[in-house]
């Protein structure tokens, strides 16, 4: 460093005082900057106020989520407060949204719901990115790009997987219309990279940012397609059903209080009239109630392709209902009779009996009916009678009965409603 630029900087400081011209002084200001020792101190007091800036920048972004999460947690905490204090369950507070906001509304909140989805699997696909072991090793600009199209190709190897999955589930008419939206979003995820392109045009991160962007528009359209499936089904409900308690028959029987009932058995699937329904797995449970709100019938109907493995009437039998035949039941008592009667839509065979010390009994009803169209979900079963003759044709062995009951009264055997959804 000579003397001569160390004396310049004054005399130049001297000169912009007295009323130099423009011109003057940017030609003072270059021959200032030219000087080896302020390159040797001005280039490092910026690169470490940029770094600076950087680094409060990056706290910055790093501390806004956890700012949000933070207000999550304290909106939840207030919700939870609110809900104790009311006695109110979530469940119900949905239900008080779907009424207030109605179909509509509730539907775009659905559908809000379902977009998170696909974001939440972009937040994922982020995460995975993020702690990717792989570049880790990346050390150099020309490692970096290398790996970056390494990414953008397995992702385009994903999403053709997809789609091909789709194209093999979907009908001719939807296959059309993918291949037309495929085609369309190619299109766009091509423009896209060219805009990156020419962003960083000139530059060697070029290919590392054309790349991610690749692979980034890639991933949005994965989890849209994978989303979709989930989407279109989101609005259908699935309710599962319980399995038919084995002992129902022991504590659900003539005589039971209806709100003995309840407290057993809970809410019914549906209520008509002094009738309440269960739907179970198997079965569907019937249970009606006299004018003193007392179990008249309990009838059990059995489920189309199921098998009850519970207690039968006063334990007649322990072959389970779905195996159980008419023969079978006959086996119990040999004065058993077997009834028929039928209506415009169903025929039915049906046995009336009794179990226990006089006084004391327990009586029981165990029958086939046949529905001639539109059974429901009800067991299929056939027999024949010939009328004439008010006689069974068919061999007992081959009856299989599809219902039992513990009727309130030992005059008639139950009805029961058939029909089972």
């Known amino acids: 460093m000579s003397s001569a630029s160390i004396v310049l900087v004054p005399s130049s400081l ?3 005082g007295s009323g130099l011209e423009i011109t003057e002084i940017q030609k003072h200001i270059n021959v200032f900057l030219q000087n080896d020792w302020v390159k040797v101190l001005a280039i490092p007091t910026v690169y470490g106020i940029y770094l600076f800036g950087k680094y409060l920048v990056e706290r910055r972004i790093e501390g806004k989520p956890e700012t949000e999460n933070i207000a999550q ?11 104790d204090k009311s006695g109110t369950t979530l469940e119900e507070l949905q239900h008080f949204r779907v009424k207030a906001l109605g179909r509509t509304a509730s539907a775009a909140v659905v559908t809000a719901q379902q977009y998170t989805e696909v974001a ?3 937040v994922g696909d982020a995460e995975n990115a993020e702690h990717d072991p792989d570049w880790d090793s990346a050390l150099t600009q020309t ?6 199209m390494k990414k953008a190709s397995q992702a385009d190897d994903e999403l053709a997987a997809i789609v091909t999955s789709k194209m093999r589930e979907f009908g001719e008419e939807d296959r059309l219309l993918l291949q037309q939206s495929q085609s369309a979003w190619d299109s766009y995820r091509e423009t896209e990279t060219k805009r990156a392109s020419r962003t960083w045009e000139g530059g060697t991160i070029r290919p590392l940012m054309v790349n991610l962007r690749y692979e980034a528009i890639t991933r949005e359209r994965i989890a849209s397609l994978s989303a979709e499936g989930r989407m279109e089904d989101a609005g259908d409900l699935v309710v599962e059903h319980a399995r038919t308690p084995r002992n129902l028959l022991q504590h659900i029987e003539p005589g039971v209080p209806k709100q003995r009932v309840y407290d057993i058995l809970g809410t019914p699937s549906f209520v008509s009239t002094n009738y309440n329904y269960y739907r179970y797995e198997e079965t569907q449970v019937e249970i009606s109630f006299n004018d003193n709100d007392a179990v008249n019938d309990v009838i059990v109907a059995l489920i189309q392709d199921q098998v009850y493995l519970g207690s039968s009437p006063g334990f007649v039998t322990d072959i389970p209902l779905g195996k159980l035949t008419l023969a079978d039941v006959l086996a119990y008592d040999d004065q058993l009779v077997v009834e028929f009667r039928s209506s415009l839509r169903t025929q039915e065979i049906y046995v009336r009996g009794r179990i226990g010390p006089a006084g004391a009994w327990t009586d029981f009803c165990f029958g086939a009916l046949s ?5 429901g979900r009800l067991q ?8 004439e003759a008010d006689c069974l044709l068919t061999d007992p062995k081959d009856i299989l009965i599809n219902w039992m009951a513990l009727p309130g009264s030992s005059l008639e055997a139950p009805y ?5 959804k």
Do not use: C, P
Request: without cysteine.
């Open 14 to 16: 001297q000169k912009w």
């Open 73 to 83: 947690l304290n909106q939840l905490a207030d919700l939870k407060e609110k809900l």
């Open 120 to 122: 939440s699997q972009l």
């Open 143 to 148: 490692d970096m790009n290398i790996l970056s």
């Open 371 to 375: 529905v001639f169209s539109g059974a």
């Open 380 to 387: 299929d079963t056939q027999f024949e009678w010939d009328r």
């Open 416 to 420: 029961f409603a058939w029909f089972i």
